[in-house]
């Protein structure tokens, strides 16, 4: 059902053209790396967090990590995420197949830094046999994210002109 939604929802926006359908899993960054023929840097995987209580969620490159000071200076507590067995029911999507489309209604996404190195990522789209490639315009649109945060380590923004 997940993935039906974001594919009625990007067909909407006009972006159909962009998904593809997989015959073997993306469950893991890597597996979707090795699948779509790209680095596991330019996959963008969406974490689900709680923040007070309430589901929020933060897109990321693959190569990151969530930085714990960084989190909460930015979200005000420590980050904790959402257990594997509630991430389908507060979040919209299954593990492996989240993504920052159709989610949910009143979950936030964020878009962390960390991706604007990259002209074109990919990310899962409501299951784990299929991928959205999009520009990060696209992403910044149809994602209706609230915002850029910094909320990532594991990667260099001074390296590709984006600052510390």
């Not at 005000?76 to 489309?101: D, R, W």
């Not at 990259?118 to 910044?140: C, H, K, Q, S, W």
Request: charged residues 20%; aromatic residues 10%; glycine residues 8%.
């Amino acid at each position: 059902m997940s993935y039906q939604q974001v594919k009625a929802y990007l067909n909407d926006m006009g972006l159909a053209d962009h998904i593809t359908e997989h015959n073997q899993t993306g469950d893991t960054v890597e597996h979707a790396a090795e699948t779509i023929g790209c680095t596991p840097a330019e996959i963008a995987k969406a974490l689900s967090f709680l923040v007070d209580g309430k589901p929020v969620m933060v897109v990321m490159a693959g190569d990151t990590k969530v930085n714990s000071s960084k989190f909460k200076s930015f979200f005000h507590q420590k980050p904790s995420m959402i257990p594997y067995e509630q991430v389908e029911e507060l979040i919209g999507h299954a593990p492996g197949g989240v993504c920052p489309f159709a989610v949910n209604e009143g979950v936030p996404v964020y878009l962390d830094a960390s991706l604007k190195r990259f002209a074109v990522i990919y990310t899962a789209a409501g299951t784990d046999m299929a991928t959205i490639r999009l520009t990060m315009p696209e992403l910044e649109t149809y994602s209706h994210s609230v915002g850029w945060v910094d909320v990532c380590k594991g990667w260099f923004a001074n390296e590709v002109g984006l600052g510390a």
